[in-house]
């Protein structure tokens, strides 16, 4: 039974307790305890919620590698060579319940070296997880401390994984321009990408909406008495609008049965009137004719006079009216009746 004050030594691994103060320590250093499977396996659930997946792997690979680094920067105050260092470190991480630590085909040399993970404190949560790959929080710990010991960035690459029922995990190390900081920066130019392709898709999606809307709402076919039917013009007509109202009236008129087409400028914008919009006006009183519809021409005000006459196109074979009540008017007294 542990005492107020209490001391553990296993090989040469101290743990002590002060029961009064509140501390553990771990070779000098405060440590505190979890249970794996509950409390950590809550951590990476919590931080997997909020962060999502992807984001939680490069969180933990970069918590473990700047970890890792702390912990090689104590290996190398200690003064001890390359080699005592990773004697060391097996014990003192199985005594920490890291789980068990080999290191393979080590070459100084080209700073390269494998490292082998058994029963892990990862591969546990892992595996309460219910996952099929290993986490990325142990090798991204050793690729900092193994970047440390040998003096140059080091990276990894999993060659297999215990929680894909294999014996243990296995890592293969060697120098890299890849960074935890790399991996993170990533990450985030990808998440703004996927958030710019959302938006534009979003943009996209609200444009050919607002474009609907508009095909809609501009220039209606209204039958306003038998056999006349008013189209308001309005705006500026491109090629793809004009196509649009063309096609749309050329189906509506045998339906309406309409001998006179009262095409009405009053909300065309003077500003932009070319050439195009006059060739649309052209083109559509001749389909509206191929039909049987008489077009007449209404609201058709001094500036836009003044951009017709500029464009040099001629219109003279149609009806001309200053007003829409005038065009109707004539419409009606062509076919011998009138408004009482």
């Known amino acids: 039974m542990l005492t107020k004050q209490d001391t553990f030594t296993l090989g040469d691994i101290k743990f002590t307790w002060d029961l009064d103060e509140g501390h553990f320590t771990f070779q000098g250093s405060d440590v505190v305890l979890f249970w794996i499977d509950s409390a950590m396996k809550t951590l990476f659930d919590t931080i997997e919620e909020i962060s999502g997946d992807d984001a939680a792997s490069v969180v933990m690979e970069t918590t473990g590698h700047r970890q890792g680094e702390i912990v090689g920067d104590f290996f190398k105050s200690l003064n001890l060579s390359l080699e005592k260092s990773l004697e060391a470190i097996p014990p003192l991480y199985a005594t920490a319940g890291w789980g068990k630590v080999t290191f393979e085909e080590l070459d100084i040399e080209t700073s390269r070296v494998i490292v082998t993970l058994k029963n892990s404190w990862e591969y546990k949560i892992?595996?309460?997880?219910?996952?099929?790959?290993?986490?990325?929080?142990?090798?991204?710990?050793?690729?900092?401390?193994?970047?440390?010991?040998?003096?140059?960035?080091?990276?990894?690459?999993?060659?297999?994984?215990?929680?894909?029922?294999?014996?243990?995990?296995?890592?293969?190390?060697?120098?890299?321009?890849?960074?935890?900081?790399?991996n993170m920066h990533e990450l985030l130019r990808k998440k703004e990408q996927d958030e710019i392709r959302k938006l534009e898709e979003e943009?996209?999606?609200?444009?050919?909406?607002?474009?609907?809307?508009?095909?809609?709402?501009?220039?209606?076919?209204?039958?306003?008495?038998?056999n006349i039917v008013v189209i308001p013009l309005i705006g500026n007509y491109d090629d793809s609008r004009a196509e649009e109202l063309l096609t749309k009236t050329l189906?509506?008129?045998?339906?309406?049965?309409?001998?006179?087409?009262?095409?009405?400028?009053?909300?065309?914008?003077?500003?932009?009137?070319?050439?195009?919009?006059?060739?649309?006006?052209?083109?559509?009183?001749?389909?509206?004719?191929?039909?049987?519809?008489?077009?007449?021409?209404?609201?058709?005000?001094?500036?836009?006079?003044i951009a017709i006459t500029r464009e040099q196109v001629d219109l003279s074979a149609l009806n001309c009216f200053g007003t829409l009540q005038h065009g109707i008017y004539y419409a009606l007294s062509q076919e011998g009746r009138k408004i009482i």
């Not at 401390?145 to 243990?168: A, H, M, R």
């Open 126 to 182: 892992n595996k309460a997880q219910g996952k099929m790959t290993h986490g990325s929080f142990l090798p991204g710990h050793f690729a900092g401390l193994l970047s440390k010991l040998f003096n140059t960035n080091i990276w990894y690459e999993t060659l297999q994984g215990e929680v894909g029922n294999d014996p243990c995990c296995v890592f293969s190390f060697f120098p890299s321009d890849m960074t935890s900081s790399k």
């Open 203 to 226: 943009v996209e999606k609200r444009t050919e909406e607002l474009k609907s809307l508009i095909q809609k709402l501009s220039s209606p076919i209204i039958p306003v008495l038998e």
């Open 251 to 305: 189906e509506s008129l045998p339906k309406l049965k309409s001998k006179f087409l009262i095409l009405d400028l009053t909300g065309m914008d003077t500003d932009g009137f070319d050439a195009s919009n006059l060739y649309f006006i052209e083109r559509l009183s001749k389909a509206a004719a191929l039909l049987g519809s008489e077009s007449i021409l209404v609201g058709i005000s001094a500036e836009l006079g």
